[in-house]
């Protein structure tokens, strides 16, 4: 359970690019290169992530802290992964306050957006090869759900 945590906290303060990006690393890291779950428990949890309303990337996080370390697990890894952005932005809104409006701040949110872009569409790439992979079903839902989504702008939940 210690490396569950570790992973998670070191996850949750170095992560970057998103749920789908922090998703996609712990499919990497977990299922992948450490192999501390199956692809099995990895793509159900991510599935039960995707049902409940919420954040995706935490929701999977506290799914696997579930599964190694039941509730209390859960507890450990959700905490470990959520406090460091938390903490993060705090800072961010403290200096903010501190030193008023930060023209530098806002510029350098604005070059991280390409890379946030990036790091988004590398992870759901990964993430529809390793669960859809050649199922045409679930191509023909993902792509109905695409068009539905970006026609609409919103997410229905009937689709």
Avoid: H
């Amino acid at each position: 359970m210690r490396d569950f945590v570790l992973y998670f906290l070191r996850l949750g303060a170095l992560g970057f690019g998103g749920p789908i990006a922090l998703v996609g690393y712990m499919q990497r890291d977990l299922v992948e290169t450490r192999r501390w779950l199956t692809k099995e428990d990895f793509t159900q949890g991510l599935a039960l992530a995707q049902l409940a309303p919420g954040p995706l990337a935490a929701q999977t996080a506290i799914y696997i802290g579930w599964l190694r370390g039941g509730s209390f697990g859960a507890a450990l890894v959700g905490l470990a992964f959520v406090l460091p952005s938390f903490l993060m932005v705090l800072a961010v809104a403290w200096l903010y306050l501190r030193v008023g409006g930060l023209p530098w701040m806002q510029a350098a949110f604005y070059g991280i957006g390409a890379a946030v872009i990036a790091l988004i569409a590398r992870g759901a790439t990964k993430l529809i090869k390793s669960t859809i992979a050649k199922d045409k079903l679930g191509w023909a839902i993902c792509g109905v759900n695409a068009f539905v989504t970006a026609w609409t702008e919103s997410e229905l939940v009937w689709m």
